[in-house]
């Protein structure tokens, strides 16, 4: 795991928007496959990102891709698709054919099936699991990443690239990128701000497989950790 760690969540989003659109142009004669997550922590970055950092992005060389939905439609305000859209997608100059949301008004079910076997198509395959360039992750603050809860660790195992699967607290319907495609990514990273998340932060760095964030995050090849002070807190030393 590599750590990356900065004062504040505006300068972690900052940082983290730089280190995409650096990747990218590395590899000019690329096309990224990013899978992006929800939250409040992504919604900050979103909404820099479109303010800031709009005319240095190639967007033509980037296909968008969920890591999760909430099962609602996109109007509904727990939408991840629809806060991506919102703040970034309708902003910025990315192709329409290039964003690939998951349908969350759809069954659940059918929606896993038919969103696993559009990202088997759009994205390159290895090892029978697509091959994301990039997963973007967050981490909650009971351990889950990916609507993957504790209690719920055969989603790191099996075989379906998605999942239908809910959140215990709440009994909310989601849709889950399962454990093997995020850990057959090129690059994991990680995206976690706030006091309140430094106990998740300690587990990730110091706790054996304690959640499936820190499974993830122990388990994966290449794995970075943006972060700010306080979500960092107990993990730095000297």
């Known amino acids: 795991m590599k750590p990356y760690i900065f004062p504040s969540s505006i300068e972690t989003a900052r940082a983290l928007i730089l280190h995409l659109v650096k990747l990218m142009l590395d590899e000019p004669d690329r096309t990224f496959c990013i899978a992006f997550s929800g939250g409040s922590t992504p919604a900050l970055m979103f909404d820099l990102w479109a303010n800031e950092y709009t005319d240095i992005t190639p967007w ?36 329409y054919e290039n964003v690939f949301r998951i349908q969350g008004e ?23 699991f697509p091959v994301f360039d990039v ?37 909310q319907k989601r849709i889950a990128l399962t454990g093997l495609p995020i850990l057959n990514a090129r690059r994991i990273i990680f995206l976690i701000t706030g006091r309140v998340k ?37 993990v730095i030393r000297g």
């Open 135 to 171: 997963v973007l992750l967050g981490a909650g603050n009971d351990g889950h990443t990916s609507s993957i809860f504790p209690g719920q660790e055969e989603l790191l195992s099996t075989d379906h690239i998605y999942e239908a699967n809910f959140n215990p607290n709440n009994g």
């Open 60 to 95: 033509e060389r980037l296909k968008v891709f969920w890591v999760d939905e909430r099962c609602v439609p996109p109007e509904n305000s727990d939408s991840n698709y629809g806060m991506m859209r919102s703040l970034l997608l309708s902003i910025v100059p990315i192709p």
């Open 198 to 234: 430094s106990p998740v932060v300690e587990d990730i760095f110091y706790s054996g497989d304690t959640g499936p964030a820190a499974y993830i995050a122990h388990h994966a090849d290449n794995v970075e950790l943006f972060m700010d002070n306080a979500a960092a807190e107990k």
């Open 106 to 128: 759809k069954n659940p079910k059918k929606e896993a099936a038919r969103y696993s076997k559009l990202v088997m198509k759009e994205v390159p395959v290895e090892n029978e």
